[in-house]
């Protein structure tokens, strides 16, 4: 009885002291910012190559800096997606070996490709590779192979693609999957194809080109503007079998190379062979958010701050640099902003 009248009596105290907790104010964001040149006069003007120099009035917790430049614009901080023109490129080597084996290597995109289906035993992740087959022959694929330029036979050194339009896959704001499929019969010597220099990139409007998916492994990280992220990987599939080592192989060498077949099949092959290397999904009009420096946080004072040389402006234009200054406390947050037209001459 008595454990029980002091397990209310707690909890009642608790309550009190829950009801009686003040948020912690935060108090008002004071801070202003001016330009000069580098004889430390106050302008917006500055002939390309100037150092400019900010200075500080105020001392907020944290201030950010958004220089204007891509990578850097503050209207662009959160944007994750923007319409662009979605381009694809590689490049090929092929050494045919067989001449009665034309069309072995083919590139084909898919917006209903339900995926690479894995499956979780005892914390052991496998493929399960009669769903995998059955979803790959049940996607809509269309065959791009004739927008490329494919290495013509016999030949170890590596063919460029060139750019190939995929914005038709993008109007439709599904995610896409892009598989090299592999065919050669049995009864000969099969061709043998490498590829590499996978990339595919959004091209917008203002000249930007932000990364989408490339030939790293997965979780290897590609950058943006100084943005990691992580491509979806590649699957691969060969027959029945599905595994990274079947079929195709990748290694690191430079850049990282897809190859098919094994060494083993320089003898004549018993089987037909059907081979796929799958990348995705993928959003074809994706971004990388465009990210501020920190100039200052809540340990430091700073008065000032310089542009570094190497992130200094590298034409000529207007550019709308954005300070954005902040207080915080466990609570809440209050933010100010200062926006400085920088006349690049």
């Not at 029980?4 to 948020?23: P, Q, R, T």
């Not at 503007?225 to 990748?250: E, F, H, K, Q």
Request: overall charge positive; proline content about 4%; glycine content about 6%.
């Amino acid at each position: 009885m008595k454990l029980k009248k002091y397990l209310a009596f707690s909890s009642l105290i608790a309550l009190v002291f829950a009801g009686c907790k003040k948020e912690l104010a935060v108090r008002d964001v004071e801070f202003d910012v001016l330009s000069y040149n580098t004889r430390q006069v106050q302008t917006n003007q500055f002939l390309l190559g100037d150092t400019i120099n900010f200075n500080f009035t105020g001392n907020p917790d944290m201030i950010t800096f958004y220089s204007g430049t891509p990578g850097g614009r503050y209207e662009f901080r959160n944007r994750k997606e923007a319409k662009g023109t979605p381009l694809l490129s590689f490049t090929t080597s092929h050494i045919q070996r067989n001449q009665n084996q034309p069309n072995s290597l083919a590139v084909l995109v898919s917006n209903d490709f339900a995926g690479i289906v894995n499956v979780t035993r005892w914390s052991l992740v496998t493929r399960d590779t009669l769903a995998t087959t059955s979803n790959i022959k049940s996607a809509t694929w269309t065959d791009i192979t004739s927008r490329a330029t494919m290495s013509p036979g016999d030949n170890a050194n590596y063919i460029s693609s060139g750019s190939i339009n995929l914005e038709e896959f993008a109007a439709s704001s599904k995610p896409v999957y892009v598989g090299f499929r592999y065919k050669a019969n049995a009864g000969s010597i099969q061709p043998r194809w490498s590829i590499r220099d996978f990339l595919i990139k959004n091209k917008l409007d203002d000249g930007t080109e932000y990364t989408i998916a490339n030939m790293n492994l997965p979780t290897a990280p590609f950058t943006n503007y100084g943005v990691n992220s992580y491509n979806p990987g590649w699957s691969m599939s060969r027959d029945n079998a599905v595994s990274p080592l079947v079929g195709w192989t990748i290694t690191s060498a430079a850049p990282f190379t897809l190859d098919v077949p094994a060494a083993a099949n320089l003898a004549t092959a018993a089987q037909n062979a059907d081979t796929w290397a799958i990348i995705g999904p993928i959003n074809l009009r994706k971004v990388s958010a465009d990210k501020g420096v920190v100039v200052k946080n809540i340990a430091n004072r700073v008065t000032s701050y310089t542009i570094p040389k190497v992130n200094n402006y590298s034409s000529k234009a207007t550019y709308k640099a954005v300070f954005e200054a902040s207080n915080i406390n466990a609570d809440h947050q209050k933010e100010m902003i200062k926006e400085l037209q920088l006349v690049i001459k």
